[in-house]
T-cell receptor, first 115, second 114 residues
């Protein structure tokens, strides 16, 4: 299995620009999570989906952030407009059905720098 | 509310020494508990997890953890640390039910001296 795939791996943009981060979960997994990691705040859950439906978006910082999951194999996290304080590493993780497959599998992350 | 505390922000040990990383949780019911490791520039990888049964859980890379309900703890241990174990370690707790999500500690950074 290829694991969770994220793109791009690195993104440098200027303040005010739109940024789109992409995630392909592990095939067959039905839950997908978007996290943000910074030195100051650690690992924060932004939003998660079950069966392509957003379940909890309470971690989304503000209206500038939006996430979609149009199908079981693809999700995007969009920031518009971006700000320097959005600089962080963004992780996507996927999870199969419950029980022994309760583990979240993480992608390699996207390092975002907003100048 | 659920929470996870990792009291040690940073730990340094010598290669070959034993290791214990502390994790305390706050949760009303029986928790699902996890330890993840993050190597520099990498995503997080599951080391081990506890759902039920034997309170001593074995994981990958020679790690183990013990669930102690009376102390609300789930400490991670390794008898002999290798230089490649230098990384960030995260403890997490999950609720039960269909809409499960992980509550994360802030992590413990492990440095290994040669």
């Amino acid at each position: 299995d290829a694991g969770v795939i994220q793109s791009p791996r690195h993104e440098v943009t200027e303040m005010g620009q739109e940024v789109t981060l992409r995630c392909k979960p592990i095939s067959g997994h039905n839950s997908l999570f978007w996290y943000r990691q910074t030195m100051m705040r650690g690992l924060e859950l932004l939003i998660y989906f079950n069966n392509n439906v957003p379940i909890d978006d309470s971690g989304m910082p503000e209206d500038r952030f939006s996430a979609k999951m149009p199908n079981a194999s693809f999700s995007t996290l969009k920031i518009q407009p971006s700000e320097p304080r959005d600089s962080a590493v963004y992780f996507c993780a996927s999870r199969g059905l419950g029980g022994l497959t309760d583990t979240q599998y993480f992608g390699p992350g996207t390092r975002l720098t907003v100048l | 509310a659920q929470s996870v505390t990792q009291p040690d922000i940073h730990i340094t040990v010598s290669e070959g020494a034993s290791l214990e990383l502390r994790c305390n949780y706050s949760y009303g019911a029986t928790p699902y508990l996890f330890w993840y490791v993050q190597s520099p520039g990498q995503g997080l990888q599951l080391l081990l997890k506890y759902f039920s049964g034997d309170t001593l859980v074995q994981g990958i890379k020679g790690f183990e953890a013990e669930f102690k309900r009376s102390q609300s703890s789930f400490n991670l241990r390794k008898p002999s640390v290798h230089w490649s174990d230098a990384a960030e370690y995260f403890c997490a707790v999950s609720n039960a039910g269909n809409n499960r999500k992980l509550i994360w500690g802030l992590g413990t950074s492990l440095a290994v001296n040669p």
